[in-house]
């Protein structure tokens, strides 16, 4: 027998020893009859009993609404330990030691790199565990670890934290600070016990995407077992009441295991809904508040007593004022309306469905769906460009067009460059009369020549890129496609033939070119490609295959700008190649790491290696901190040559 029809018999039975009582008081009082009352009083009981351990492990089940409100979370570099551990050391050791032994070879290039010391110096050291002051460090790499001094294992078993972890903790500290990392800025104190010093260690990941709670279109029904409890209370109200002889009690019983019945019901029809959704203005300009309205109407010829609604908001948009949630009662024909205003960002974006939540009067049943307007939805937002005053670091591979790029040629410019014999023919202004008025000879004035260049902005958009130091903040992509957009202002600016391109991306190109309609062509592609569309984490790609594609699309005298925050040894490498076959490359690397954790301070280490071995194969790298202005950046390059 099932439980709703045992709850039902049990039911009836009550009710009838109920109104027994009531009728004839003492019927029960004697006799058998008493025997078979206690029974259905003690089986009330155990039925509660067992209802309320079904209610333990069966809890309430209700959809998870989207959360429009939040911008998608926004992972930090470093987000997991033995993701950067494996950029410096590939290789895969037995699971006990292997960050053990990756660590050591990154303290060991660490050694080397920063204080001069040789291989078998660092390797010496570490093995004997005099390469920092940490105690806690020396011991976790050395090969003959001796026990702590007591003080520390005491403060290690009342901290709740295992000696591994915190030893991995000590050693990525110690190996950051011997690379010159200042490891200071922690964002809050660990929690006690193991999770405290894990998270300590690992970075901040990205969370859930807002858009994966409207990802499976499928209408769900489901029981929400909201009214689980009330079957344990009717219960257990019947057997007081059986045993206690107390009539009135029985009847309460009666009327919880009436509620209990309703909230069996099954059954919930599927709504009929629709939504209109309109946008204004639906171009606005980048942080313009967008006013955003949706009305639903119950289209249906039932009543939907409990209706709550969450909009579909594209991810990249934040809410800045209202809400874009529902929650109301529609009669047949009613409609409801919300409105709330996004701010608009750079990019084309499309409104998804609008998340239905559905409940029967007693919210015992649920049914979700999503419900799509009959239009689709967009707002386009395309930012102007906006050119740069500091020059911008191109290297000296010019073209025969006159331009801004300086060259080691003497000829037509503004700048001296230098003196030469004079010529038969060369004209009065070029001649250099103060030194024929010292010495009688006559000379010719040369100025440092200018040509322009052809230039492609190279955007790093791989799912290492979209990481950042704020959890709500810009990514090191978006903040590259926002540099890219400048340069690519300024360079047309400047006379030079510029284009586009994405990594990993092949349908992201525009050719080098030069003009106005060059330059709509570029702003366009910039603002709305969906290979650069904020809020969105791109997928991981494999660079080398696009880079055969990018060399045979690059013109031979083409030299490349690459924006990347150097957080994949890919990138580097990709820099390198196309640098050796002839591109001359400048990285412009917005800086996202953050040392807020151990993985971030070894991935800000790691980061420094790779501008490191960038510069010593002759690329210049612009090492731009994440709060100072492009501008600001490109200056103090320039200044530190």
Known sequence: MSRG?????????????GVGALAAPGVFGLGV????????????????????????????????????????????????????????????YGTADRRRKQLRRVATEVLTRYRGDSEATASEAIERGTWTDDPVAAEFLADE????????????????????????????????????VDTDDRDGSPLPGLDGVVGSIDGRDAGLDRASAVADPTPTTRSTGHWRGISAAALAALGVGVLAERAGVVLVAVVGIAYAAAARQ??????????????EPADPEPDEPVTVTLTVTNEGEEAVWDLRLVDGVPPALSVVEGSPRLGTALWPGASATVTYEVAAERGR?????????????????????????????????????????????????????TGRVETATGGEGVEFFATRAYRSGDPLS??????HARTGELATLEFREERSATVVLVIDRDEAAAVGPSQRGQTAVQRSVDAASRLFATLLDDGNRVGIAALGARDCWLAPGAGDAHRVRGRELLATHPALAPGETPESVLPFGWLASLRSQLPGDAQVVLFSPLCSPAVATVARQLDAGGHLVTVVSPNPTTTASGAGQLATVARRFRIADLRAAGIPVVDWPWAQSLPVALARTRWSK
């Open 266 to 279: 099954r059954t919930l029809s599927a709504p009929t809904l629709s939504v209109e959704r309109t946008v």
């Open 33 to 92: 009859q008493r025997y078979a009352v206690v029974v259905i009083g003690l089986l009330a009981v155990a039925a509660a009993i067992r209802v309320v351990q079904g209610r333990r492990h069966s809890p309430r089940r209700r959809g998870e609404t989207a959360t429009p409100e939040e911008l998608p979370a926004v992972a930090s570099p470093g987000e997991e330990l033995d993701a950067v551990l494996a950029a410096f050391d590939p290789t895969r």
């Open 430 to 435: 070029r001649i250099d009369w103060n030194r």
């Open 145 to 180: 670890r001796s026990r702590l001094p007591l003080t520390d294992r005491l403060r290690t078993r009342l901290g709740g934290q295992s000696a591994y972890w915190q030893g991995i903790e000590h050693t990525a500290r110690a190996i950051a600070e011997t690379a010159g």
């Open 349 to 401: 974006h499309e409104f998804g469905p609008a998340q239905v939540l559905v409940r029967t009067l007693s919210g015992s049943v649920e049914r979700e769906q999503t419900v799509e307007p009959a239009t689709t939805t967009e707002i386009t937002c395309v930012p102007p460009l906006r050119p740069i005053d500091e020059p911008v670091p191109l290297r000296r591979q010019p073209t025969r067009h």
């Open 5 to 17: 029809r045992l709850l039902a018999a049990v039911g009836l039975v009550a009710f009838a020893v």
